[in-house]
């Protein structure tokens, strides 16, 4: 049994120096060893705000928010995402109905339940 004084020794799975390890492209140390971790996401990198043709083919309407120009229960809103590079679309009462690629146009994420930040 080991005192509460003393530690015992941690294992860690960061690669030894004499194991492959290698840098990527983006300056990341990667690994492929036998301790490897595969992980895959469906994590898509979408474009900027100004070069998102969807976002450009909109209306201005107040602020960052912008509209597809029609009336009644057919007008949209829409405010750019800056942390997930996407479009998020209200409806004509102002709630949130998903999440839009800026490139396709298509909702890609499901509605929250809020309201659009006025």
């Not at 390890?21 to 690994?31: E, I």
């Not at 469906?42 to 909109?58: A, H, L, M, Q, T």
């Not at 997930?84 to 994420?109: A, L, Q």
Request: proline share 8%.
């Amino acid at each position: 049994m080991t005192p509460a004084h003393e530690s015992r020794p941690t294992t860690h799975a960061t690669p030894a120096h004499d194991q492959a390890s290698s840098s990527n492209d983006k300056g990341f140390d990667t690994y492929d060893g036998p301790d490897a971790r595969v992980f895959t996401s469906d994590r898509k990198d979408n474009c900027s705000k100004g070069e998102s043709p969807i976002w450009k083919g909109f209306k201005p309407y107040r602020g960052a928010v912008k509209t597809n120009g029609l009336s009644g229960k057919s007008k949209e809103y829409y405010q750019w995402d800056f942390t997930h590079n996407d479009i998020e679309v209200y409806d004509s009462n102002f709630n949130h109905r998903g999440s839009m690629d800026p490139v396709t146009g298509n909702i890609y994420k499901p509605a929250k339940p809020r309201k659009i930040d006025k």
